[in-house]
């Protein structure tokens, strides 16, 4: 099993920074690509940033230019560095990644895609 801890959220006046960290434990040979989501009360969660095992990143349009995505793959942690925060940016914000585990059982690696985390809250308000 992988586990994923986000943090990082807050509240911050329009035009602010935050930096959202998460991190992922649990018995991983690999994390390739991982992902931030976000979403708010009555909508579908959105694709925010994805950022793949060999560093390429790609942005959902309302995001670009104001946000970099970030990944440390020897801590097995994702960042999300949010400048120019809009309050249109007020969600709760999760992450999730795709891994390369062993099963202690077969012996045999497993790929898989992490549940859902408790995600972290990113309030944007004066």
């Known amino acids: 099993q992988v586990q994923l801890v986000e943090s990082g959220g807050g509240l911050v006046q329009p035009g602010g920074s935050l930096r959202l960290s998460c991190a992922a434990s649990g018995n991983i040979i690999r994390i390739d690509t991982m992902r931030w989501y976000r979403q708010t009360p009555g909508k579908e969660r959105e694709l925010v940033a994805s950022?793949?095992?060999?560093?390429?990143?790609d942005y959902v349009d309302s995001v670009k230019g104001r946000f970099t995505i970030s990944k440390d793959n020897a801590k097995h942690t994702v960042y999300l560095q949010m400048n120019g925060l809009k309050p249109e940016d007020t969600a709760h914000y999760y992450c999730?990644?795709?891994?390369?585990?062993?099963?202690?059982?077969?012996?045999?690696?497993?790929?898989?895609?992490?549940?859902w985390g408790q995600g972290t809250q990113v309030t944007v308000s004066s």
């Open positions: 999730n990644a795709d891994y390369l585990t062993m099963n202690p059982e077969s012996q045999v690696m497993v790929a898989g895609r992490t549940n």
């Open positions: 950022v793949s095992n060999g560093g390429s990143t």
